[in-house]
């Protein structure tokens, strides 16, 4: 194993996961970690991340200097240079100018980190700090037109240390460094795979949970789906899975759920029809944040009631991803920001409950391949992300069971037709939105005037900004005759041709 210490730099589940990359077991733990946290993992090595703190401010993160007593190799990145030279006795130096972006690395030193390496080759700087003076024992290693020490080492205790960060894809032979690391100085062998991330998180999980129960709010998404089967995998009965039926679902949502994790894999799943209690909450409402507040807080309330009437509850597992603790695994504090519709923080507190998110390492392309191990069916891991408020904010304007049956039935054909035209794969996500207004139209020889479908299609890496995708025209003139022809009550489809920013990917 090797194991990345963080301090709080923006790339370091990067780093993790370049390592996993190498099928090399790789963890993450927080720099204010105790110690023995390190001694009793015994890693093969241990790699000092980045951090956006300065050695000079006061208070800056530190490491227990007995690291380096260890005798297991380390590989400081940026941060973890400074930190290194500043714990050994080298000088760090406020740069006059702060080094950013791209620079030609120099090798010096071909013998071991940069064995097989190009003499110059392209890396990616981010550093206001720099090194003046390496610490004793130290040589150079390689260094650029601003650095003079953008790479050193003290081989006789291997410790190594870089100024730039080989885990990002700017840096051209980073993978190349990080496998020099891994294979050559620390002599891991590549035999990890998801495979044994199973084998040993189930292992964690059985351990964790000891006599106890586990429950997990299930929602059909990828995310939970592969957490529930892990755990069950795990412990079995003792995992019992929720999963709230609110009436915002899409069509065949709920049975599709149930077939999988009842038939397929056997797991304890508790279905609770809670369609009317929503329904009844969201009468008048009209507000985009009110309607999320309500749906958020109903839904915690339903957990809660069907959580408490398992004995021995103790747990609650979660399908959180590196992307949504991005912010708060680091040293700054133990509070995991979780997504604002699921503010489970109040749950676990009111019933004690610890939480369990198995994933919480993993990039989403991680989680489908560990998916795709777990037997969980293609069509499960390649879907669309779904909101958790469902429907009801691609219902603008009041929610009624009428108004979502209209959205259920645009939607269900949006979805049909993108797939059928091979574009599922292809997009962010595609969906139907209901808006709140009537238009005039004719039909047959008839005024009409009816509601309007707005058709959504994205493109998007992480959500966090999108671009609309250009359908085909024969692709949205199929969706519009079909909407317009099946969907009762609908005269009228439009295309939502707006990116983010400005707009968002959800209409509410
Ligand atoms: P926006 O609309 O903010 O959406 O551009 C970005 C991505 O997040 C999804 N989304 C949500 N997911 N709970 C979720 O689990 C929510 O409350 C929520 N709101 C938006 C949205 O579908 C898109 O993929």
């Not at 030279?85 to 690395?105: C, D, F, N, P, Q």
């Not at 980073?174 to 795979?193: A, H």
């Not at 939970?224 to 915002?248: E, Q, Y």
């Amino acid at each position: 194993e090797i194991l990345v210490i963080d301090f709080g730099s923006q790339y370091t589940q990067l780093i993790a996961r370049r390592v996993r990359e190498l099928k090399v077991y790789s963890e993450i733990i927080p720099c204010n970690a105790p110690f023995s946290e390190i001694e009793k993992r015994n890693p093969s090595g241990i790699i000092l991340s980045g951090g956006p703190a300065s050695v000079f401010e006061k208070d800056s993160p530190s490491i227990d200097r007995k690291i380096f007593n260890l005798e297991i190799p380390i590989l400081g990145i940026c941060y973890g240079m400074q930190l290194i030279t500043h714990l050994l006795g080298g000088k760090v130096s406020r740069a006059e100018k702060r080094e950013y972006g791209k620079a030609i690395l120099k090798i010096d030193d071909f013998s071991d980190l940069f064995a097989e390496i190009k003499n110059e080759t392209v890396v990616w700087m981010s550093h206001a700090d720099k090194i003046n003076e390496m610490p004793e024992g130290f040589i150079r290693l390689a260094h650029t037109e601003n650095s003079p020490y953008a790479a050193m080492a003290d081989k006789v205790r291997k410790i190594y240390a870089l100024q730039f960060h080989p885990e990002v894809v700017h840096t051209e032979e980073g993978k190349k460094i990080l496998k020099n690391f891994v294979f050559k100085i620390c002599g891991c062998k590549p035999t990890w795979n998801m495979h044994s991330f199973v084998e040993r998180e189930t292992e964690e999980i059985r351990k964790k949970v000891g006599k106890y129960k586990v429950v997990c709010a299930l929602s059909g998404g990828v995310d939970s789906t592969v957490t529930a089967v892990l755990v069950h995998k795990a412990i079995g009965d003792a995992l019992t899975c929720i999963f709230v039926d609110n009436g915002l679902l899409r069509a065949g949502e709920r049975e599709k759920v149930e077939e999988m994790l009842r038939n397929n894999f056997h797991i304890n799943l508790k279905v609770v029809d809670a369609s009317e209690r929503f329904l009844k909450r969201l009468k008048g409402v009209h507000d985009p944040e009110r309607k999320r507040k309500i749906i958020g807080g109903e839904f915690i309330k339903i957990f809660e009631e069907e959580a408490k009437k398992i004995e021995g509850v103790k747990f609650l597992a979660q399908g959180t991803l590196y992307p949504d603790v991005i912010e708060s695994i680091s040293f700054k504090g133990p509070s995991a920001t979780i997504k604002s519709h699921h503010n489970v923080g109040g749950l676990l507190k009111r019933m004690k409950l610890k939480l369990i998110e198995p994933l919480r390492e993993l990039f989403k392309d991680e989680v489908r391949e560990l998916g795709k191990e777990l037997g969980i069916p293609e069509e499960i891991l390649y879907r669309h992300p779904f909101p958790g408020p469902g429907l009801a904010i691609r219902c603008v304007g009041e929610v009624t069971r009428e108004r979502l049956e209209i959205l259920r039935q645009a939607d269900k054909i949006v979805l049909e037709e993108i797939k059928k035209s091979g574009w599922y794969k292809k997009v962010w996500q595609s969906f139907a939105v209901l808006l709140p207004i009537r238009t005039v139209g004719v039909m047959g020889d008839e005024r009409t005037y009816e509601h309007v479908i707005a058709i959504r299609a994205v493109h998007s890496v992480d959500g966090m900004t999108a671009d609309w995708v250009k359908l085909p025209h024969e692709l949205l003139e199929r969706l519009s005759n079909r909407i317009i022809n099946e969907v009762k009550g609908v005269n009228r489809v439009v295309y939502d041709i707006t990116s983010k920013p400005p707009g968002t990917i959800e209409w509410e």
